[in-house]
């Protein structure tokens, strides 16, 4: 009997000692790359949903009506994801693309026909490049797996639509972007772009013309090449 009392005791000793470090590791937060990403991502995939839409409604190209619809029903799923992991994570989200984004989106609202595919198209084209750009950066620097996993999920789902959009902007006459000062290749394997394209200079993750900006979640975090 004293030999199973005392089994006991030191069985409750173990618990006792391993619980400071659950609760440690239960409390532990994301790292500021997490956080910083899946905030980025979201606002991103909002924005996306969005231009999508105004893409289906305003695009006369069929190909702009289609990659709209593509990037809706694409970006939809990866944002569920990200909501979700967001939760589990106690990460605020938030509720509403961001002002550059926004910026973008108001345009897009204001041009109709050939005009707004080519708008439409230089927008997507900048932001996948912003977008890739961040999940790269998520793929090297994240320290949480869920969320780093949710990167190497969206990454070639991203490349595919900068692919897309590459030859639908050669078909429209529209400049694709070229190589970066630093010569980073770009996604896909095409001709390295600059974040901005050939007609802005650093547009927001959304896309974007005209104003400069950082990549998506951040303004300090670097972001290597993307799509």
């Known amino acids: 009997m004293l030999g199973i009392k005392r089994?006991?005791?030191?069985?409750?000793?173990?618990?006792?000692?391993?619980a400071p470090a659950a609760a440690a590791q239960a409390a532990a937060q994301p790292s500021t790359q997490d956080t910083q990403y899946l905030q980025a991502v979201h606002q991103v995939n909002l924005f996306e949903i969005t231009a999508g839409n105004l893409a289906q409604q305003k695009g006369k190209n069929q190909q702009v009506k289609d990659l709209g619809k593509m990037f809706v029903t694409d970006h939809t799923q990866l944002d569920q994801t990200v909501q979700s992991t967001a939760q589990q994570l106690n990460v605020q989200l938030p509720g509403d693309p961001t002002a550059d984004q926004q910026k973008v989106l108001d345009r897009l609202n204001n041009v109709s026909g050939a005009e707004f595919d080519k708008a439409w198209v230089t927008a997507q084209l900048a932001g996948h490049v912003q977008a890739i750009?961040?999940?790269q950066t998520e793929i090297s620097q994240g320290s949480e797996q869920s969320v780093v996993q949710i990167a190497q999920d969206a990454l070639p789902v991203l490349q595919a639509h900068y692919?897309?959009?590459?030859?639908?902007?050669?078909?429209?006459?529209?400049?694709?972007?070229?190589?970066?000062?630093?010569?980073?290749?770009?996604?896909?394997?095409?001709?390295?772009p600059a974040p901005g394209g050939t007609e802005t200079e650093s547009p927001a993750p959304g896309g974007g013309t005209g104003t400069?900006?950082?990549?998506?979640?951040?303004t300090e975090t670097p972001v290597p090449g993307q799509s």
């Open 7 to 18: 089994l006991g005791l030191l069985a409750a000793l173990v618990l006792v000692g391993l």
């Open 212 to 218: 400069e900006e950082p990549a998506p979640g951040t």
């Open 163 to 192: 692919d897309a959009l590459v030859a639908l902007a050669q078909t429209l006459g529209v400049p694709v972007p070229q190589a970066s000062a630093s010569g980073t290749p770009s996604p896909g394997g095409t001709e390295s």
């Open 133 to 135: 750009q961040a999940t």
